[in-house]
């Protein structure tokens, strides 16, 4: 639907269009097919949607559901598109969004060649840094699995490992030879340093300040996808003023670096330079470390901590893995040596790391199980799509929850426990379904930074499990009676709910 008047007619007429929009919805209430459709007003199911997604969609399902249907109306003004303009013009934007759950909606949602990720995140989660947001023009990147493949290259080249290993070693003598730390600050910082270094430049990654301020310029563009700053995209709220402030800035301190690397005398191996010398414009360059760095700390760093968090609960696994990595260590690098552990650790392969460590790549995909249990999103931007005789038709978003399929007790037994052998061979509880394991994405959205994130965190695992010894602990020092469990609400940062837990340990080797 679209209006157009001039001054405050239109914001009456605007007022009038919203109003039949959500009279059509009070009055509509058939389901079309097998879809079910959600009636009253579409505000209120979209602000669920945005504030408790977990409990909303657990809630419909559990109540029988297999397909449900909303909308969400998303109000544009177009003079803010077009200051100069006399005529204001304001635009509603109807969407359907269709939630799906089961096996057959599943292997629509992974395999159908029309359902674009980028859209459907962009209107349905918010909170993505775009430059498009403050019309710099070029700088929208498309982290496709070629981009990455390019920027993984780099792993290989110029002993990565090495540099990743030192950023993480020094960031971890900051903590002492004893104490506790909360590993959502603590152990989250290397994973910043080490995607921050993965995507930018030596410079950036050493400048401890410039770190801090770029994190909290995410932070703040994450704070600022309120249901509000979505739906009503001309709005000045706070929200959307903050989201353009902190774009404004990230994209200031990221060109500083793309601008220092070119005037730099001596080229150098990093991914700026790379891009530079691959003829790529400061825009897209720092389109490309911002959605790097966004696609890759969060979910690599808040994972990370989860892994500890795990271990710490469940020390006969613990034992495991900690005897791998030693076996890793003494099998690769010289024990004999003087050199700090760090720099040892820098002489293993980079395929050992990736095919010598079975118990530990268990208790990742375990631990990642659990904590993935968020709803994917996508839009249709193909053909229509038929659905429980209905049709996806093009514009159309779709969402499916993780949850449906990790915590779903006919593919994963007793799907609440923290149990890695549920992937040995034998039981392979992950091949019963087709698509049962999605924590890295599947069908035509594999994650492109898995490789990536899985060494980060067997690198900060190596330094913490060999050259530390460590216990979890609750706030009063003593093992935790219960454990932080997964805030599934939570549609950015994996937070913890419960007793908070730390992590108390001693170095033992320098
Ligand atoms: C533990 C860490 C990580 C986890 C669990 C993870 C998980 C995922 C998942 C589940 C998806 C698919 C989402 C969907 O289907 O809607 C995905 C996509 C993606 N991930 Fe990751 N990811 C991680 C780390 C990274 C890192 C480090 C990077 C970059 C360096 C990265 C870059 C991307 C990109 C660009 C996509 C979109 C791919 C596409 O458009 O097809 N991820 N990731």
């Known amino acids: 639907m679209s209006l157009s008047s001039s001054g405050t007619i239109s914001f009456v007429a605007l007022a009038i269009g919203v109003l039949m929009v959500l009279a059509s919805h009070l009055l509509s209430s058939q389901s079309k097919g097998g879809i079910h459709n959600l009636t009253g007003i579409p505000i209120l199911a979209a602000w669920d949607f945005y504030t408790k997604r ?18 969400i109306l998303q109000v544009f003004n ?5 200051p100069r ?3 204001l013009t304001a635009s509603i934007l109807e969407h359907r969004v269709i939630a799906l ?14 359902l674009d990720l980028d859209d459907g995140y962009r209107l349905l989660q918010g909170g993505i840094p775009s430059l498009g947001d403050i019309d710099v023009k070029d700088g929208e990147v498309k982290l496709d699995t070629d981009f990455m493949k390019r920027l993984l290259l780099l792993l290989h080249k110029d002993r990565i490992s090495n540099v990743l290993l030192d950023d993480i070693n020094r960031k971890m003598k900051y903590w002492g030879k004893e104490g506790t730390i909360d590993p959502f600050q603590d152990v989250y910082g290397l994973a910043v340093q080490m995607t921050v270094r993965m995507a930018t430049c030596e410079e950036l990654a050493k400048n401890q300040e410039d770190i801090k301020h770029l994190m909290q310029h995410y932070q703040d563009i994450d704070e600022s996808a309120t249901p509000v700053n979505v739906l009503l995209p001309w709005f000045p709220s706070q929200a959307r003023k903050a989201q353009g402030k902190a774009t404004r800035a990230l994209f200031t301190l990221l060109q500083k670096y793309v601008d220092l690397r070119r005037k730099a005398a001596v080229p150098s191996s990093d991914p700026i330079d790379t891009l530079i010398a691959h003829g790529d414009t400061d825009e897209s360059i720092v389109g490309a470390s911002m959605g790097i760095i966004f696609a890759g700390v969060i979910n690599t760093g808040r994972n990370m901590c989860w892994v500890l968090l795990n271990l710490g609960a469940n020390p006969e696994w613990k034992v495991k893995v900690a005897n791998e990595l030693k076996a890793l260590v003494a099998n690769h690098t010289n024990t004999l040596s003087q050199e700090p552990f760090h720099k040892r650790l820098a002489a293993v392969p980079l395929n050992a790391w990736e095919e010598e460590l079975p118990m530990l790549d268990l208790v990742i995909r375990e631990t990642l199980r659990i904590t993935m249990c968020f709803a994917v999103l996508r839009r249709n931007l193909g053909r229509g799509i038929p659905l429980a005789g ?5 514009g159309d978003f779709v969402t499916y929850s993780l949850a449906d399929v990790h915590m779903n007790p006919n593919i994963y037994t007793n799907p609440g426990k923290f149990d890695p052998g549920r992937f040995m061979k034998g039981k392979e509880e992950d091949k019963k379904a087709p698509f049962a394991y999605a924590a890295w994405g599947a069908g035509r959205h594999p994650c492109p930074g898995m490789r990536f994130a899985k060494l980060e965190i067997k690198f900060v695992l190596a330094l913490f499990l060999v050259g530390y010894e460590f216990e979890l602990v609750d706030g009063n020092g003593k093992f935790p009676r219960e454990f932080p469990t997964v805030d599934r609400n939570d549609l950015h940062q994996l937070s913890a709910v419960g007793e908070t837990c730390y992590l108390k340990f001693k170095r033992l080797i320098e």
Not at 78 to 82: H, K, L, N, T
Not at 103 to 109: G, T, V
Not at 390 to 394: C, L, V, Y
């Open 390 to 394: 209905s049709t996806i038709n093009r």
């Open 78 to 82: 177009m003079s803010v598109f077009f």
């Open 54 to 71: 977990y409990d909303f969609l657990r809630k419909h399902f559990d109540s029988g559901k297999k397909y449900f249907q909303f909308h």
């Open 101 to 114: 759950s089961g096996e057959d909606a599943r292997k629509l949602f992974f395999s159908e060649q029309g």
């Open 85 to 87: 303009t006399t005529q």
